[in-house]
């Protein structure tokens, strides 16, 4: 320990007598290591971060499949059946397939908040236990509405003050009071983003319909069973049900998988891929930290010389050599964890809300010794290849040769390959930076099928307990036509799931005349709406008519379907007068009265999705979100928004009011995110490659001199000397574009899943990014060619 803490002082020592060099490298470090600690923990929080659910790991999500989609809900009574007949699962338990919203009043303004129902067992399945109060038990199913609820930790503090007294205490939630049995210890955004939760009302009529598909499950296994054992139960229960309600489960399952699993969805795979990138930029760090160490040791080959005729061996002089690299890779990342701690910030705040867990994104003592661990490693890595090199060294030849020779030779050559490797890596950043931003740039430019400036909108939630139907239906009416009569206001409407939302509601349905094997049917959205929507969205009208204020609930039924409708459904001829009937509709058959364009829906890059449109007469959901167009700035409209609401219904609460260009952008936020995080590393990663290879062509312009003075003599032009240095750096720089381009190819190839409408080896990006690295090597190298150029050969002649 006496010699290892000798060999920390002089590496203090000798580092002080260099700042500039020690400035760079510890800055290099940090950058690679503060970018690779702030990006680990992301990945920490929402991969590898245990859920805060007692035995995760016996935890499962299922959601119903059936032939035409593996993302469906499952039904309640089929809920029911599932859970009466699983005997490998200690729990089985459902909650809503989407967050709703409810409105408590009472206090001075009304509040909407986001609600859930669930069965009664759903907190014991996730292993959580009431703060204050009870639980749910199995005797609160058995309602017509709910009747109780437990509030959210969040919810409890902001609105009652954390009063553990709210327990028994009645709220007005919907127009109707409801008792509050229970807090909850913690919110759980990782499964709902709910604030209030309910159980589900398996009395009410609605419950007993096995066509409506709105819960999802969360199960907990047995201990001692496998996710195969689960699987293959619930296939067996699934193909009983199917032969004792064939008409409506023929071909429905449950696709069961690891809670963790579903929580992480489709992010998985972009994380670690913004993880791999970054790793790749601190490997590029390291290399030019490396190629600094070796340009630095050539000056100090005497004194490793000296020193080794002194009687130190290889192993010490190594060590000494690998103890600079570690204070220097400590003290880079000490600067990193701190530059990580504003990285983690960042990250989060570019974050779209839609990542799970985004709110457990911190640095913990996992991410400290995750940044302590990479610091350490990188300290090895960026030092083994001078502590190598001169450590090999022949004192005598050393002494005799000075600084010519095969050593500088072999540092050149070492030079080289560090600095191939560092062009090689950074290709592979710049294509995966460059597809993602090609990918993105396409994405936001895709026609959404409606204009989506200068509207704003907001969600509105009447349940059946709070009014009946028709004065829901007629309160909407008379909405639509006071936001139409606003100073400013273009048009005005309402729709049950707003495009881009993230909602859905698909139903089944049967053209009226045609042949169906026994218990087939087809599949389309549904959406519920007022005559005011189509023009408020500027969605166009293909043929036919939109729906309008005479489709009323005694009025023949009637539906708009959209040009997919008409094209899956009909082989693109006009299907307008054809009749087609609704599973669980009160009619008997609806009329198509229209056709209107296809929308992006879910998102900008799904597939076209067949729609029918339906008025809210004859089917009124209990959620409405209202927008309204506006001939200027719209968010000059909202407080017009509000008190209209207000007037109509003072204890009335909406959401947020949003434009839609921010619903349109919000909808856009992952692959944002992804393009924009590897997009920096790119840079940075390019950056860092003109620095290396600026710097390994300066120290060799400055070792060959007198070389250069040598061939000035004898007659050579400036411009030759010119073509000489920038052919060498050209020489390194296509190399290693050649070697990332090969990588690259095998390699973007894992980004399939991320990229719209771009081939993970498109030709015009591989070529731009050759051009790009192309102009960046021929920079890097100008500056030191133009500095051999103005060698004068006789003081070069003098040089050594």
Same mark, same amino acid.
């Given at each position: 320990?006496g010699?290892?803490?000798?060999?920390?002082r002089?590496?203090?020592?000798?580092?002080?007598?260099k700042?500039?060099?020690?400035?760079?490298?510890v800055?290099?470090?940090?950058l690679?290591?503060g970018a690779?600690?702030?990006m680990?923990?992301?990945?920490?929080?929402?991969?590898l971060?245990p859920?805060?659910f007692p035995?995760?790991q016996?935890l499962?999500h299922?959601?119903g499949?059936?032939?035409?989609s593996?993302?469906a809900?499952?039904?309640?009574?089929?809920?029911?059946?599932?859970r009466?007949?699983?005997?490998t699962?200690k729990?089985?338990?459902?909650i809503?397939?989407?967050d709703?919203?409810?409105?408590?009043?009472?206090?001075a303004?009304p509040e909407?908040v986001?609600?859930?129902?669930v069965?009664?067992?759903?907190?014991?399945?996730l292993?959580?236990?009431?703060?204050?109060?009870?639980?749910?038990v199995?005797d609160?199913?058995k309602?017509?509405?709910?009747?109780?609820?437990?509030l959210g930790?969040?919810i409890?503090?902001?609105?009652?003050?954390g009063?553990p007294?709210i327990?028994?205490?009645?709220v007005?939630?919907?127009g109707?009071l409801i008792t509050?049995?229970?807090?909850?210890?913690?919110?759980?955004?990782?499964v709902?983003?709910?604030?209030?939760?309910?159980?589900?009302?398996?009395?009410?009529p609605?419950?007993?319909?096995r066509?409506?598909?709105f819960?999802?499950?969360?199960?907990?296994?047995?201990?001692?069973?496998?996710?195969?054992?689960?699987?293959?139960?619930?296939?067996t229960?699934?193909?009983?049900?199917?032969a004792?309600?064939?008409?409506?489960?023929?071909?429905?399952?449950l696709l069961?998988?690891?809670?963790t699993?579903?929580i992480?969805g489709?992010t998985?795979?972009?994380?670690?891929?913004l993880?791999?990138a970054?790793v790749?930029?601190?490997l590029?760090?390291?290399?030019?930290?490396a190629?600094?160490?070796?340009?630095r040791?050539?000056?100090?080959?005497?004194?490793i010389?000296?020193?080794?005729?002194?009687?130190?061996?290889r192993?010490?002089?190594a060590?000494?050599m690998l103890?600079?690299?570690?204070?220097?890779?400590?003290a *880079?990342?000490a %600067?990193? +964890?701190?530059?990580?701690v504003?990285? /983690?910030?960042? !990250?989060a705040?570019? $974050?779209?809300s839609?990542?799970?867990?985004?709110?457990?994104?911190?640095?913990d003592?996992?991410?400290?010794?995750?940044a302590?661990?990479?610091?350490?490693?990188?300290g090895?890595?960026?030092g083994?290849?001078p502590?190598?090199?001169?450590s090999?060294?022949d004192?005598s030849?050393?002494m005799?040769e000075?600084?010519?020779?095969?050593s500088r030779a072999?540092?050149?050559?070492? *030079?080289?390959? %560090?600095? +191939?490797?560092?062009?090689?890596?950074s /290709?592979?950043? !710049?294509l995966g930076g $460059?597809?993602?931003?090609n990918s993105?740039?396409?994405?936001?430019?895709?026609?959404?099928?409606?204009?989506?400036?200068?509207?704003?909108a907001?969600?509105l939630?009447?349940?059946?307990?709070a009014?009946?139907r028709?004065?829901k239906?007629?309160?909407?009416?008379q909405l639509?036509?006071r936001?139409k009569?606003l100073p400013?206001?273009?048009?005005a409407g309402?729709?049950?799931?707003l495009?881009?939302?993230?909602?859905?509601?698909?139903?089944s349905?049967k053209?009226?005349?045609?042949?169906?094997?026994?218990?087939?049917?087809?599949?389309a959205?549904?959406?519920?709406?007022t005559p005011g929507?189509?023009?408020?969205?500027?969605m166009?009208?293909?043929s036919?008519?939109?729906?309008n204020?005479?489709?009323?609930a005694?009025?023949?039924?009637t539906?708009?379907?959209?040009?997919?409708?008409?094209?899956?459904?009909?082989g693109?001829?006009n299907?307008?007068?054809?009749?087609l009937?609704?599973?669980?509709?009160?009619m008997?058959?609806?009329?198509?009265?229209g056709?209107?364009?296809?929308i992006?829906?879910?998102?900008?890059?799904?597939?076209p999705?067949?729609?029918?449109?339906?008025?809210?007469?004859?089917l009124?959901?209990p959620?409405?979100?209202?927008?309204?167009?506006?001939s200027?700035?719209?968010a000059q409209?909202?407080?017009?928004?509000r008190?209209?609401v207000?007037?109509?219904?003072?204890?009335?609460?909406?959401?947020?009011?949003?434009?839609?260009?921010?619903?349109v952008?919000?909808?856009?936020a992952?692959p944002?995110?992804?393009?924009?995080?590897?997009g920096?590393?790119?840079?940075?990663?390019?950056?860092?490659?003109a620095?290396?290879?600026?710097?390994?062509?300066?120290y060799?312009?400055?070792?060959?001199?007198?070389e250069?003075?040598?061939?000035?003599?004898?007659g050579?032009?400036?411009?030759?000397?010119?073509?000489l240095?920038i052919?060498q750096?050209?020489k390194l720089?296509s190399?290693g574009?050649?070697?990332?381009?090969?990588?690259?190819?095998?390699?973007?190839?894992?980004?399939?899943?991320?990229?719209?409408?771009v081939s993970?080896?498109?030709?015009i990006?591989?070529i731009g990014?050759?051009?790009?690295?192309t102009?960046?090597a021929?920079?890097a190298?100008?500056?030191?060619a133009?500095?051999?150029?103005?060698?004068?050969?006789?003081?070069?002649?003098?040089y050594?």
């Open positions: 320990m010699s290892f803490f000798q060999d920390i002089y590496a203090l020592r000798t580092l002080s007598q700042p500039g060099f020690t400035v760079i490298a800055l290099t470090l940090a690679g290591i690779t600690t702030a680990f923990s992301v990945v920490n929080a929402v991969l971060r859920l805060p035995a995760q016996q499962l299922a959601n499949r059936f032939s035409r593996d993302d809900g499952v039904s309640p009574p089929d809920f029911v059946d599932y009466a007949r699983a005997q699962l729990q089985f338990a459902a809503g397939y989407f709703g919203v409810s409105n408590i009043t009472g206090s303004q909407q986001s609600s859930q129902i069965s009664w067992n759903f907190f014991r399945t292993g959580i236990t009431p703060l204050v109060g009870r639980d749910f199995a609160d199913e309602e017509n509405e709910p009747t109780v609820a437990i930790n969040g409890w503090k902001r609105d009652f003050g009063d007294g327990v028994g205490r009645k007005a939630l919907d109707q509050v049995v229970g807090v909850l210890p913690v919110d759980v955004p990782s709902s983003l709910a604030e209030i939760w309910q159980p589900l009302p398996l009395e009410n609605y419950m007993n319909i066509r409506s598909h819960l999802v499950v969360i199960a907990r296994m047995n201990p001692g069973i496998t996710l195969s054992q689960a699987r293959a139960e619930l296939d229960i699934a193909e009983n049900i199917a004792e309600h064939a008409d409506t489960n023929k071909t429905w399952a069961v998988m690891p809670l699993n579903y992480v489709g998985q795979k972009a994380l670690l891929l993880l791999g970054v790749l930029l601190l590029i760090g390291c290399a030019n930290v190629n600094l160490l070796l340009a040791a050539s000056g100090r080959r005497k004194e010389a000296i020193r080794a005729a002194l009687g130190a061996g192993w010490r002089i060590r000494q103890t600079e690299s570690l204070v220097l890779s400590v *880079g990342g %600067l990193g +964890i701190f530059s990580a504003w990285g /983690v910030a960042a !990250l705040a570019l $974050a779209p839609s990542l799970p867990r985004v709110n457990e994104i911190q640095v003592w996992i991410v400290l010794a995750f302590a661990g990479v610091s350490l490693l990188t090895v890595l960026f083994l290849a502590a190598i090199q001169f090999r060294g004192a030849q050393v005799k000075g600084f010519g020779g095969s072999a540092r050149h050559r070492t *030079g080289n390959l %560090l600095v +191939i490797g560092e062009v090689a890596l /290709v592979g950043l !710049l $460059a597809l993602l931003f993105f740039w396409r994405l936001i430019h895709v026609d959404p099928g409606f204009r989506s400036d200068h509207v704003i907001t969600t939630h009447m349940s059946n307990s009014r009946p028709t004065q239906v007629a309160f909407y009416h639509e036509e936001l009569s400013g206001a273009e048009g309402a729709i049950s799931e495009p881009l939302s993230g909602e859905f509601n698909d139903n349905f053209v009226e005349g045609r042949v169906y094997p026994p218990y087939g049917f087809d599949n959205d549904l959406r519920r709406t929507f189509l023009n408020a969205l500027r166009p009208l293909i036919g008519r939109w729906l204020i005479t489709d009323t005694e009025a023949p039924g539906v708009v379907v959209n040009q997919e409708f008409a094209k899956r459904f009909f693109g001829q299907p307008v007068g054809q009749h009937q609704l599973a669980g509709d009160s008997k058959t609806r009329e198509i009265v056709v209107v364009g296809t992006k829906h879910g998102s900008l890059s799904e597939s999705r067949a729609a029918m449109y339906v008025s809210i007469d004859q009124t959901p959620d409405m979100t209202v927008i309204v167009r506006s200027g700035n719209p409209l909202s407080a017009a928004l008190d209209t207000f007037s109509l219904d003072p204890n009335q609460a909406i959401s947020t009011i949003r434009s839609m260009d921010e619903i952008s919000g909808s856009v992952q944002r995110f992804a393009s924009q995080i590897l920096l590393f790119a840079v940075l990663a390019l950056l860092l490659a620095v290396g290879l600026y710097g390994l062509i300066a060799t312009v400055s070792q060959r001199t007198h250069i003075g040598i061939r000035m003599a004898l050579a032009a400036p411009r030759d000397v010119l073509k240095v052919g750096g050209l720089a190399a574009a050649a070697i990332g381009i090969v990588g690259a190819l095998a390699l973007t190839r894992l980004m399939n899943g991320l990229l719209f409408q993970p080896t498109d030709p990006t591989f990014v050759t051009a790009l690295l102009i960046v021929l920079a190298s100008y500056l030191p133009r500095r051999a150029m103005r060698v004068d050969p006789m003081i070069a002649l003098r050594e």
